[in-house]
């Protein structure tokens, strides 16, 4: 697959797996404010995935929509990071999955609004206005939660636990992201791994919260290989496309 | 200590120029919580470029029961209302 087509896949593929999952919150979350906040960070990354699809389309010229690649693909040819697979468990998790992410999320936008690709770049300037917002909200809760009372404490440290040997596959990169690099593409993403660290490492702290030491770090999504959630989740996703192919609203 | 979060008023500016208006209330734990559920809750249609949240019991109100006493006296003095001039055509929209 062209290189172009691969990575605009990665990345909306990670933002609609991540908008799904948020979207199960709604009408769960613990508290009505929180959970039309969730529901809101949901329907801007489906918003984003939208676009990269668009731009994955254009670039592959075989005429799939959106909705083609949302709902027709199966688990190996879906790339997103395991991270946002991973199941919701509590709330705890949720806030910790969305954190990591945006963690990522935002200077990987940061790095894409200076790409010199027409399209990506437009679409980094439009979305980092929408993840800078996420990113505030999910700081200050994972700080709040973590600074928090004992067993706030305790189920933050639980999803980090959980969640962190994930986090790496965020910033898996291969001969894709080398290719587009030396096109001129992608910008220098060493940069958004620096980022990644001088944020979690700052913000870890500050809500006293402990990165596991094991140095377990699990990545493939990137390239189709997913954890046992997934099948799940693209289950839920796909069943009434699949089931009425050619439905309309 | 009550485990239920207080009560905020939000306040959104719909434009430049405009006065802030009340448009509802929210729970969270603190103002600046409170700024943030206000933003996803009433902002989310594009409604303001600012908003101001106040702690509903910082609010003082005069008792409903007073109504009667606080309010009724202007009732019957409608010529405090400046409607009772004529304005000429070249003025304008007033």
Redesign the interface.
Known sequence: MDPLVTFCLRMGDTTLILGQQTAAWCGHAP????D??FA?MGLDLIGQTQLWYELASEAEGKGRTPDDLAFFRTERQFLNAQLVERPNVDFAHALMRQYLFDAWHLPMQEALCESGHDGIRELAQKSVKEVR?HI??SR?LIV?LGDGSDESRAKMQAALDALWPYAADLMATDEVEATLSEQGVLPDLDRVRRAFEAETTATLDRATLAVPENGHARTGGRTGIHTETMGYILAEMQSIPRTYPDARW | MSKEWPLWEIFIRGQHGLSHRHVGSLHAPDAEMALKNARDVYTRRNEGVSIWVVESNKITAFDPDAAEHNFAAPKSKVYRHPTFFDIPEDVGAM
């Open positions: 508290v009505l404010e929180e039309i906040a809101n917002y505030d909200r200050d709040r």
